[in-house]
């Protein structure tokens, strides 16, 4: 398996706490992802960085920031969950954008 | 919209049998990939095929590519009960500048 570790593995936290969900690589690739996994709606990009300090937004980012200070890490904070929050967060890793992606085992998140 | 729909959303079948899933997808695509993800844990990359590609073997995986029908099947062959899982088609449409977008995948149950 991909060097791939998230933390923390579960969290439970009150709705307008910050949250900071944190992914981290040994296999040094460049490219590293942020999904959240909900029913009816499979995985959705949240946000992904190309490169230390390079990052863009995919398609649900909206309430979410990231940041990538080392190529091993990368993490994302919720800076005032929501209920709305509440999901399954996955973080995703490929050498290339068109390469295939390596997942952690997810973060399952619960906001009250 | 969905990029990627599976088809069905869930299926069950008995050991030895094949499994048939299918995919379709609205965009004109680089490649398709598919994964596989198992019960809390995170997806793992089974195949992928690219659009110049009609059809690829794995084992005992079998994906096939129409770029005219914008569609994909992925044919697992002499199923196992280990074979249990959710199966995702991921797209990279020219319009999402290669990210992957996921369908709502396919629940598998092969019954011993």
């Known amino acids: 398996d991909a060097g791939i570790t998230q933390s923390p593995r579960h969290k439970v936290t009150e709705t307008g706490t910050p949250v900071t969900l944190r992914c981290h690589q040994t296999?040094?690739?460049?490219?590293m992802y942020w999904y959240r996994q909900d029913p009816g709606h499979g995985l959705r990009l949240i946000h992904y960085s190309y490169g230390v300090k390079d990052t863009d937004k995919g398609e649900v980012s909206d309430g979410y920031s990231v940041s990538r200070s080392k190529t091993e890490d990368f993490l994302l904070t919720l800076e005032s969950a929501t209920s709305s929050q509440t999901s399954v967060y996955f973080c995703?890793?490929?050498?290339?954008?068109?390469?295939?992606?390596?997942f952690g085992d997810g973060t399952r998140l619960s906001i009250l | 919209s969905q990029q990627g729909e599976e088809d069905p959303q869930a299926l069950s079948i008995q050991e030895g049998e094949n499994a048939t899933m299918n995919c379709s997808y609205k965009t004109s695509i680089n490649n398709l990939q598919w994964y596989r993800q198992n019960s809390g844990r995170g997806l793992v990359h089974l195949i992928l095929i690219r659009s110049n590609e009609r059809e690829k073997h794995s084992g005992r995986l079998r994906v096939t590519l129409d770029t005219s029908k914008k569609s994909s099947s992925l044919l697992i062959t002499a199923s196992r009960a280990a074979d249990t899982a959710s199966y995702f088609c991921a797209s990279d449409g020219e319009t999402s500048g290669s990210r992957l977008t996921f369908g709502e995948g396919t629940q598998l149950t092969v019954n011993p």
């Open positions: 296999e040094n690739h460049r490219y």
């Open positions: 995703a890793i490929s050498r290339k954008l068109d390469q295939p992606q390596h």
